[in-house]
């Protein structure tokens, strides 16, 4: 039932993101086309046989939200997350207020985004200079839905 009430706020947010103008190039759906996961240097590529991910994510004026679907072998599960964020050149941050995993509620996430055309990168985590920490960061690539 939780579930159901986060997914359901989920979809209120994003239907009030969408109902407003915008003036800024992340307002908007995009669609992630890419996931990699780097560990002590080892690189994880997250879209392969193994791995199946839909995803998309949507920003408006102050608020972010996700929406997804992960299948790993034959194990489904879903992941959500809604919050607010600032952005100041490529520093993005995150104030999560819901997440599928209750450990990030009431964190500050710390990304390094960078926008070409349709295409935006999301690095992270990150220092306050946009370097990501070289012991474990994530890439993920969206493209924006038209």
Known sequence: MKNVICFGLIIILMTL???KKVDQPLAGSWQMV???RMESGKVTNYFSERYAIDQIKTWSDK???FVG?????????????????TLSGNIYEEDILYHFDKTY?????????????????????????GKPDPRLNWTEKYLRIK
């Open 63 to 65: 608020h972010f939200s």
């Open 34 to 36: 890419q996931m990699q």
């Open 69 to 85: 679907r992960y299948r790993v072998d034959t194990i489904t599960s879903y992941r959500f997350g809604v919050g607010t964020f």
């Open 17 to 19: 993101s969408c109902g």
């Open 105 to 129: 509620e009431g964190r500050k996430n710390k990304i390094w985004l960078e926008i070409r055309n349709d295409t935006l990168l999301h690095i992270f985590p990150v220092d306050n200079t």
